[in-house]
């Protein structure tokens, strides 16, 4: 069974993606759900930094029904079917005139569309700006130009939406969502700030450092905060709130000793509540 998976829900297009797949025949016999967990698992690899949670998303046929993840794929699908991952109350991206879209006449097997760094430029030969929550274009060939964007990336939870960078101001609806003003200030680029995560001073001369690339050297102090990030992320601690701390702990770019502090109080932590 072929069908296309889309997922749109994140804020900015770099976070979208589409995956068709051919679906094995253990899936087919499955349920809805290892469905949703199939594309849950390649995406959170892709966008380790804004995993996507599998008990948020249910499926909903393109132009159809949702779908229920306990329901068997056999029953809900066939072949050729698009359908969205949606959050819980969502409804799906609204619809958009359906002739820009041409049906792609390459493989079908799990091909990814548009590759994450691909620069698409516009008739004018302007970018759009991949800051958080900015979305402006810009002339990457011209003089800067100023951006109110998010430091950190955003939240869906449930129905609300809210950047991490501020936890005050949540939507309700994307529009809503896009209009929470930026809290800080720089210049438009196309590099996207989700691949940059605990770049403090600290980091750029992290950054600078040689990485060792053989397999058993032990992980790398950013590797292992990023662990951490996520396993705290995972169980419902704020995103940026870790990173501030991390970035305090580190003042001097010594990641390490963040490392180690962070240990340190979260074993004492455990061992209090044992
Ligand atoms: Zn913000
Ligand atoms: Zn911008």
Redesign the pocket.
């Known amino acids: 069974m072929k069908i296309t998976l889309k997922y749109e829900e994140a804020p900015t297009e770099d976070l979208h993606l589409t995956l068709r797949l051919t679906l094995p025949q253990k899936y087919v016999n499955g349920t809805n759900k290892e469905v949703v967990k199939l594309f849950v698992d390649h995406y959170n690899k892709k966008h380790a930094e804004n995993p996507i949670s599998l008990e948020e998303l249910h499926l909903k046929i393109v132009g159809g029904i949702h779908l229920d993840n306990e329901d068997r794929v056999k029953e809900s699908l066939s072949s050729g079917d698009e359908c969205y991952l949606l959050g819980k109350d969502s409804e799906g991206p609204k619809s958009k005139p359906e002739q820009g879209y041409s049906a792609p006449s390459a493989p079908k097997e799990a091909k990814e569309s548009a590759p994450a760094d691909k620069v698409v430029k516009n008739a004018d030969g302007k970018v759009r700006c991949k800051n958080?929550?900015c979305q402006k274009f810009y002339d990457p060939d011209g003089p800067p130009q100023e951006c109110v964007?998010?430091?950190?990336a955003p939240i869906f939870h449930e129905t609300a939406k809210w950047?991490?960078?501020?936890p005050d101001?949540k939507a309700y609806d994307f529009d809503e969502f896009m209009k929470?003003p930026?809290?800080?200030q720089g210049f438009c680029t196309n590099e996207s700030q989700a691949k940059k995560r605990f770049m403090g001073g600290a980091d750029l001369r992290a950054d600078s450092a040689p990485i060792r690339l053989d397999a058993d050297a032990p992980p790398d102090p950013r590797q292992k905060l990023e662990s951490m990030r996520r396993g705290l992320v995972a169980v419902g601690v704020d995103s940026a709130l870790f990173e501030q701390v991390v970035d305090r702990l580190a003042p001097n770019g010594d990641l390490e000793k963040a490392c180690e502090v962070l240990k340190t109080r979260f074993a004492t932590a455990l061992n209090a509540l044992q």
């Open positions: 958080f929550g964007h998010h430091k950190s950047w991490s960078c501020c101001s929470i930026g809290c800080t």
